[in-house]
């Protein structure tokens, strides 16, 4: 998830806190695995966190649980993904759920966004 107020230790806390969707996920990204691709977990980018980011695409992969699906939570991911975008990131949303259930779908989504930025 993107999250405000970074210190210097909440990527680190946030990688060794993975979730087991975005350790899943992470197995399929890491070492350039999806189609060459550089990716990065919990990397900074201003005053937020971006659970995965290839910089060369400038795309943003979020994995969101369920805490996302209350309003308060999904107004200020909505606020955040504006922000990004406005700095040329395209920012890519993912349940938890679709990542654990369907992760071939996931990878070919993320695939074809990687293709349109090239």
Not at 33 to 58: N, Y
Not at 71 to 87: F, H
Request: aromatic letters at 6%; glycine letters at 8%; proline letters at 2%.
């Amino acid at each position: 998830m993107l999250r405000s107020g970074m210190t210097d230790t909440l990527p680190r806390k946030l990688r060794r806190d993975s979730t087991e969707a975005e350790k899943v996920i992470w197995r399929a990204l890491r070492n350039r695995r999806l189609d060459g691709h550089k990716f990065r977990r919990q990397h900074p980018i201003g005053k937020f966190v971006a659970d995965f980011c290839c910089m060369e695409a400038m795309l943003i992969v979020e994995i969101d649980g369920g805490q996302h699906d209350r309003q308060a939570e999904a107004d200020a991911d909505a606020r955040r993904t504006s922000e990004l975008e406005r700095q040329g990131y395209r920012v890519v949303r993912f349940w938890n759920n679709e990542v654990l259930g369907n992760l071939e779908g996931v990878l070919t989504v993320l695939r074809h966004e990687l293709a349109g930025r090239k």
